[in-house]
């Protein structure tokens, strides 16, 4: 999901969606929670605020030129209202692109602005950033050179923008496809990490001035292929061994004899940074959440493993399941524990649904602590649900967190647009669940659930599910359409495709 880049994913999704094993040529939106689960404030205002993609977005005509948008929590939720043209009731929020008002360079066809995105206060002030990218961006006759830059938060939301030059322009293209945000060397400062389409990754050290400079660059290069299988699939960042320092999941393909089936790499934080020697291979899966599921103070790992047990003509496909598979690998003082895994399908008792070819289940991951009992809980995407007689219209599967891990027992829940009281109706192609995002955006201490969808052909959709103190309910659901901010639905926005982490 973001080759990276989200859009492209998204209409690679849709055509796969009807047959085989959906093609790595895309990846999927980097999810990255920390034990302590950070949400983003940009306001500063104590209660979370979201932002997300619509990469492939018309600009000024300029096809694919991108935006992203950013929704400031309130403590009613997020809402569109009647899309009247009264905002009085509404959700505050802000559409960027690179012809808005501060913000570097120029809308340009094909950009892909907003593709991946990811918060953290970069420059210290209190309030958190964004980092985005423009993949697509042409940088003199340096086609799809890419483009990283922050926004900077403030207690009017998020503004202005400052380019974050790339240290090595001429080494590849693509650059700002996956980020990932986590202080690796432990300083207390926020670290950018940020790929391409080689299996180097940057880091960009903490301490950024106003005008994007870092506090200091290195790269690390895990064991994945780089430019014929275009470099990292996604970048996850979060605490898994329990130290100061945070750690890297990068998804990738391990090696070219291995070419067509991924591999993750955990690499851990250490004080003088990321620690390449540490590296230690995980599950599969193209998408990667981490969090404290049991709170026993290290970070588990989830990944999705969305694809099918065997390709089209037959081939088995590596610790899969029919219609995908979600790993759970625990996290410990030592690191993984991946020896101890455990797969969850729709046919692991307790999960709703049955598992059927291309469901994708686990296409997206987020986890939060939806009940406030101390224990995360995930937000699963089910983006090629088929139901009733509608194909690929999506659901999202919610599992509780518990002192032994998931309850894949009880508690279970699932959400379509054909769940009664939330919004829209499930039509074909709908792909309910193309991105998840667990986030206090009421500020009372739970997480409530955002899901984004592909609704009208690649228009999109984001609809707000609230928590109701125990779990999430379709009661109080609303919508966020992109004809309410300043996204056109011209071609496809894919507006709500890739939520930032």
Known sequence: MHTHLRITLATAAAAALTGGLLTFSATTATAADSTSVPQADFNKDGIGDVAFSASGAYVNAKKGAGQIVALYGTKDGVSDGDLSGDLSGDTPSSTFSQNSSGIPG????????????????????????????????????????????????????????????????????????????????????????????????????????????????????????????????????????GGQETDLVVDGYETASDY???????????????????????????????GDID???????????????????????????????????KGSDGGPLTGASTGITQDTAGVPGTAEGNDFFGYELDLGDVDGDGFLDLAIGVAGENIGTDANTGAVTVLYGSASGLDTTSGAQSFSQDTAGVPGTGEDDDMFGIDVKLDDVTGDGRADLLVGSAENAGNGLV??????????????????????TDVVTTGSPYFGANFAD
């Open 106 to 241: 120029a809308a340009e066809a094909g950009d892909s602005f907003g593709s991946d995105s990811a918060y953290a206060d970069f420059n210290g002030d209190g309030y958190d950033d964004l980092a985005v990218s423009a993949p697509g961006e042409d940088s003199g006759t340096d086609k799809d050179a890419g483009l990283v830059m922050i926004l900077w938060g403030s207690a009017a939301g998020l503004h202005g923008g400052s380019v974050v030059a790339d240290p090595a322009g001429s080494a590849h293209d693509f650059w700002g496809k996956n980020l990932a945000a986590g202080d690796f060397d432990g300083d207390g400062k926020a670290d950018l990490a940020v790929g391409s389409n080689t299996a180097t990754v940057h880091v960009l050290k903490g301490g950024f001035g106003p005008t994007g400079t870092p506090g200091g660059t290195y790269t690390v290069k895990p064991p994945i292929m780089g430019t014929d299988a275009g470099g990292p699939l996604n970048l996850t960042a979060g605490n898994i061994n």
């Open 260 to 290: 067509g089936w991924n591999r993750n790499y955990y690499i851990p934080g250490s004080a003088s940074g990321l620690n390449t020697a540490g590296a230690e291979p995980l599950k599969p899966g193209v998408i990667t959440a981490i």
């Open 463 to 484: 609809t707000y599910l609230p928590s109701n103190g125990t779990k999430i309910t379709a009661t109080g659901s609303e919508s966020v359409a992109p004809q309410w």
């Open 295 to 329: 709170a026993d103070g290290y970070g588990d790992i989830v990944s999705g493993a969305y694809w099918n047990t065997t390709t089209q003509d037959g081939t088995p496909v590596p610790d899969s399941g029919k219609g995908g598979k979600v790993w759970v690998t």
